[in-house]
């Protein structure tokens, strides 16, 4: 949280020093390099070089940063971590619930809009997302009570070990589920929502609202339950779209060079107990106990 660049702040519009902070939580990337089998992190971008940490911007200023920061420590401590050890708790939670859904929701819908990579987006979607990205700002300032209608859904999806909806399904869609760090705007021509895994928990910030075949993943204002046997009832195009979002990480897996592949055997026979134990190593075998060897084979057939 070093300040180093004086603007205004992204939140409250107050001119300062801004706080160069992360867009999908350190939290998330700190859990990844502890439980990976090499303890070094690769952006799914780039995977030919190691990231050290996920992408910052220089936003907020510092009571803004206090303020995410705030509802950030007690959704990792509480809900995060004990879930990623123990995915059958169910854990009470209040508003900071809501509070961190939003704020990151917030982060990567602003960041991707910067970005300017909505051309997925109608001209409708385009203008919901400028309000859904005011809303929010106004809610986690206090200038609102609630987000209205861009709802949070929270999703959480400890992997898959077996049943009949194996077959199509992408080879490494437990490696998937369980570990990949990423983010999205997603778009039909009437549905458009901001989409951020951070290992197996799938937040989803509503643009323009997918309507209400979402049951069991609705995050509530003030308090709550999260965890534990949930019988979500998610639409089926839902499933498509995560199951596309397998596909691409397992074709980026595929274009890591030779070089580096072997820079991680070489990691990875510098301590093998490391690896064994890795969170990367079980999601690996939940893989092969689905579709056998197969699961594991890097690059596509003929090369
Ligand atoms: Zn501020």
């Known amino acids: 949280m070093k300040k180093k660049v004086s603007g205004e702040c992204a939140l409250c519009h107050e001119k300062g020093g801004l706080c160069t ?19 070094y992190l690769r952006a799914a971008e780039t995977p030919n070089q190691r990231a050290q940490d996920g992408l910052k911007q220089p936003w907020l200023c510092e009571d803004c940063e206090g303020l995410l920061n705030e509802a950030e420590t007690v959704f990792a401590t509480k809900m995060f971590h004990p879930l990623n050890q123990n ?31 909505l051309n997925n987006l109608t001209e409708t979607q385009k203008k919901l997302t400028s309000d859904a990205l005011a809303r929010w700002a106004e809610y986690l300032l206090g200038k609102e009570l ?4 861009f709802e949070q859904h929270l ?7 077996g049943g009949a909806m194996t077959s199509g399904m992408p080879k490494n869609i437990n490696r998937y589920l369980l570990r990949a760090i990423e983010m999205d705007i997603a778009a039909t021509p009437h549905i458009a929502f901001s989409f951020v895994k951070m290992g197996p928990f799938f937040l989803f910030g509503f643009i ?48 890591i060079s030779d070089v580096q592949q072997e820079k991680i055997e070489m990691d990875i026979l510098d301590d ?18 689905l579709f056998g060897r197969d699961a594991l084979i890097r690059k596509p057939s003929g090369k």
């Open 21 to 39: 902070s992360h867009i999908i939580p350190a939290f998330v990337f700190r859990w990844k390099k502890n439980t990976s089998p090499t303890g």
């Open 208 to 255: 323009q609202n997918p309507g209400s075949k979402w049951k069991g993943s609705k995050i509530n204002l003030k308090r709550g339950t999260f965890g534990g046997p949930t019988e979500y009832g998610l639409p089926g195009e839902l499933w498509n779209y995560i199951e596309g979002r397998a596909h691409k990480a397992a074709k980026i897996s595929a274009s």
């Open 146 to 149: 609630h987000p209205g209608q």
């Open 87 to 117: 995915p059958k708790l169910r854990v009470g939670y209040q508003d900071w619930m809501m509070k961190f859904c939003v704020s990151v929701s917030w982060r990567v819908t602003k960041y991707l809009h910067q970005k300017s990579s």
């Open 155 to 161: 999703v959480l999806m400890p992997g898959i070990i």
């Open 272 to 289: 093998p107990n490391r690896f064994l134990d890795s969170g990367t190593r079980q999601a690996m075998d939940m893989d092969v106990n």
